[in-house]
């Protein structure tokens, strides 16, 4: 009989501003699951954005090393 653990992280971050956003989406690149909150409704979507603009910058720059 094999027996498996799973084991799943969670990082929470407070404020996804400038440096929230980062450590968000550097904790999403290593694996985890990542949890963002913020006071104003407002504010959570500005952080989105900030999220979505760094991973497709990111994705482009993958595409261009994949075809080089």
């Known amino acids: 009989v094999r027996c498996s653990i799973i ?3 969670q ?3 407070i404020g996804l501003g400038l440096m929230g956003h980062g450590i968000g ?3 999403a690149q290593g ?3 990542v949890v963002g909150i ?3 409704k407002e504010a959570l979507e500005a952080g989105k954005k900030r999220i979505t603009a ?3 910058k990111l994705l482009s720059k993958v595409g ?3 075809t080089a």
């Open 7 to 9: 084991v799943r992280f």
């Open 11 to 13: 990082v929470g971050v």
């Open 25 to 27: 989406l550097v904790s």
């Open 31 to 33: 694996g985890y699951e």
């Open 38 to 40: 913020e006071t104003k």
């Open 54 to 56: 760094s991973l497709n």
């Open 64 to 66: 261009r090393c994949a």
